[in-house]
Structure formats: C-alpha cells, structure tokens
C-alpha cells in the first residue's frame, strides 16, 4: 500500500461527459502527479502540482484540467470525453521540495468511455 | 530532461540475475538516474534511483558508469512475480518525471 488513494477505481461513462478523478496524496506530500496509461501505451505525464500551485504540464489536452485543494487532495476533471480517453489514469505524490523526488503512486482509475 | 534507451524486452530464467540496461548519454550534472517497475496494470512501483555512486537496496543494485551515460539495474535473484516493465528515467530532483517505453522483463521457470 503506497498510502495514495485514489477514486473511482472504475468508472464507465459515455462519450461528450465529464467526469472528475480524485486523488489524496500520502501524509504528508505536498505534491501531486497525473498520468495517463492508453492500452498498451506508456505513461503518459499530464500535470504536477506543488502545495496548491501548478508545477509542471506534461501532455495535457485543454479538455481536461486539474486542482490542487488546501487539504493538498487533486482532482482531475475530464470533460467532452471521446473514446479515446479511456485508459487508466494514475495519481503519484511526493513530499516536494528538498527530497530526493521518489513518486509514490496510487492503483489508478480506470475510464471506459463507451 | 534527458532520454533514456532500453531494450523493448527482455528474459531472465527464474533464480538467474536479471541485467536490465539503460544508456543515457545526453544527461547532465544534476541528473539522478531512478528506475521504477510496472506489474501488468498496476501503479509503478519505486525501485531505486543514484546519481554518480552505485546503490543497493533490498530489491535491487544500480551500476552507473564513471561516465553517467548509461546505467544497469541489477534483480540478483530473479523470481516470477518480477516479470514487469522497468522504466529508467533521468530527471532533476523535483521535476516532473517522464517514462518512456521501458523494457518488458519477462521471468521464465
């Protein structure tokens, strides 16, 4: 157990929905990475955030964006879903600044869009 | 960030070291090298990472060379449940860390 949750586990929706990805980070860790994992495909980096504040984005489409609340907790909000966006969608964290960078990742949420 | 090079594949026999290598010519002074492993679909797990000195933790060793161009994660005593993808990434501490495709290491009996 990586102390990072993440909900749903599952989720199946239609195509032209939004849906929102939560994520809480382990004790502690101020920040939090998004990823995306097609079928087969690598890990795909989206956004990082750092105490509330975005950090870095990565392959991120404008369909879809991201928080980082004062409880440190991210959502990740994907909107006019196509089918293509299914995939799993991993959330990491780490306690930031000043640390040797290892992610700590939670088992992900799976999309389905149909 | 640099760009890492591994092999798409890989075998190792049960009980055998398993050598997985990757080369990153390009990566600059302040650059750690940190490998992480994927079993089928679940999140990556954490393996090890160094920045000029060889490492060894519970899991694995990491060889890097003089030169830091490439670097070799060490499984000693391969088992079945290590059948996964590794993926080694070169980054900045704190920077967003980027996978590339890694390499399948497949554990046979």
Known sequence: DSGVTQTPKHLITATGQRVTLRCSPRSGDLSVYWYQQSLDQGLQFLIQYYNGEERAKGNILERFSAQQFPDLHSELNLSSLELGDSALYFCASNLGAANTGELFFGEGSRLTVL | DAKTTQPPSMDCAEGRAANLPCNHSTISGNEYVYWYRQIHSQGPQYIIHGLKNNETNEMASLII?????????????????DTAVYYCIVRVTNNDMRFGAGTRLTVKP
């Open chain 2, 65 to 81: 060379t003089e030169d830091r161009k490439s670097s070799t994660l060490i499984l000693p005593h391969a088992t079945l449940r």
